[in-house]
Structure formats: structure tokens, C-alpha cells
């Protein structure tokens, strides 16, 4: 019983991580937040990625301390490729950095700039793996949650992470048709969410045309 009590509990805690993070990401909170206290909007995407950060330290510690029943454990040739696929996806995610703001994204940009605006400053770019898959870096997660041996906690998180990637993936592409419009619109209809699929891509021209390059 107290196993499943604990389960509960990580449910509970990771579904309230959710909400606060998706809430704290939303354009109408940030609007908000921008027109009541726009001298704060400069730092919110610093304070926002260290908010993140800590509030996952007491569900991982909750990871750690509930009761560990094994759910799964790859054998043989099995655990030969889901490691494989584990550092492939590793080293994708390594990889696409270069195709991203990241001082944009840490938030680092906004606050040397002291940018106020609410708005997200960059401009649409589709990179080489965005042209096959619009959430490489959320693919590249799913790949390393699943691709692993499983005890019941890191299970409901995997799943819990994989549900929300599957929202998330779509709350954030409301912001991105507010920024971009029809030009995200028709690269949505053109590329996979969240897996690439083979028949199913654009290649170079058209990601510079839809980007309008």
C-alpha cells in the first residue's frame, strides 16, 4: 500500500510541476506580468529556467526514496540497442544546440538587453532536424526517458514527461502561430510533432521559403 501511496504522491507532484511550468510560460501570463511589473520582465526567463530547475529537486528526491519494484530490465541485444539509441540521442541533442538561441533561451539575452517586450525575440528558423521532426529536443527526451531500465517511479515519470511533452508540445505551438501565423501553420502541415516519420519531411528550400529566406 505504501508503495502505491508514494506512486501517488510523484503523480500528484509531477502534475503540479506541470501546471505552475505551463502556466508560468503562457504569453497571456507573461503579458500580464509585462504590463504590471515590466521593469521584472528582463530577469523573468532567468528567474523562470531556475524556478524549473529547483522545484524538480523534491520530486527526484521523491524518486529516490520511494520503494524501487523493477518494472524493466533490457538483456542482451536489447540493452545493446537501447543504449545505442540512448548516446544517438545524446549526441543529436548536442548537436542541434548549434541551431539554437541559447542565450535566448537561458534567458540571458533578455536581461543583458533588458528587453521588456513579453514577446519571444527570435525570428522562425528551421533547422536541419526541425525539417523532419517540429520538437527534435522533446523526440531526443522521449528516446532517453524510454530506452532505459525501468523501476516503478522513473516509470510513472517516463510516462508523466511523455504525456506532458505531448501537451506541452501543443500549448507551445499556440504561442508560436500567435508569433508566426500562416508561415507556422504550413510548416506544421508539412512536419511531424514529436516523431519523424520517413515519408514525412521539407527539405533545405522549402525551410527557407517558409522561413521567408
Known amino acids: 500500500m505504501d508503495t502505491w501511496l508514494n506512486m501517488l504522491a510523484l503523480v500528484a507532484a509531477w502534475l503540479c510541476y506541470f501546471a505552475v511550468h505551463s502556466v508560468l510560460a503562457s504569453l497571456p501570463v507573461k503579458r500580464r506580468v509585462a504590463a504590471r511589473w515590466p521593469g521584472f520582465m528582463p530577469a523573468y526567463r532567468l528567474v523562470f529556467n531556475a524556478l524549473a530547475l529547483l522545484l524538480l529537486l523534491p520530486i527526484f528526491w521523491m524518486m529516490g526514496a520511494s520503494p524501487r519494484p523493477l518494472v524493466w530490465q533490457w538483456q542482451g541485444m536489447e540493452k545493446v540497442a537501447a543504449n545505442t539509441l540512448s548516446v544517438l540521442a545524446l549526441l543529436g541533442f548536442i548537436w542541434s544546440l548549434r541551431y539554437y538561441d541559447l542565450q535566448e533561451f537561458l534567458g540571458l539575452r533578455q536581461w543583458r538587453g533588458q528587453i521588456t517586450a513579453p514577446e519571444d525575440q527570435e525570428h522562425l528558423q ?62 506544421m502541415r508539412r512536419v511531424p510533432g514529436l516523431f519523424p516519420l520517413p515519408w514525412k519531411f521539407i527539405n533545405a528550400a522549402e525551410a527557407r521559403r517558409i522561413c521567408g529566406g
Do not use: C
Open 126 to 187: 528551421i533547422s536541419p532536424l526541425h525539417r523532419f521532426v517540429r520538437h527534435p529536443w522533446y523526440f531526443f527526451a522521449m528516446v532517453l526517458l524510454w530506452a532505459r531500465d525501468m523501476n516503478l517511479a522513473q516509470f510513472i515519470t517516463s510516462v508523466m514527461a511523455s504525456i506532458y511533452f505531448t501537451v506541452g508540445a501543443r500549448l507551445e505551438e499556440r504561442k508560436l502561430l500567435v508569433y508566426y501565423g500562416e508561415r507556422y501553420r504550413n510548416y
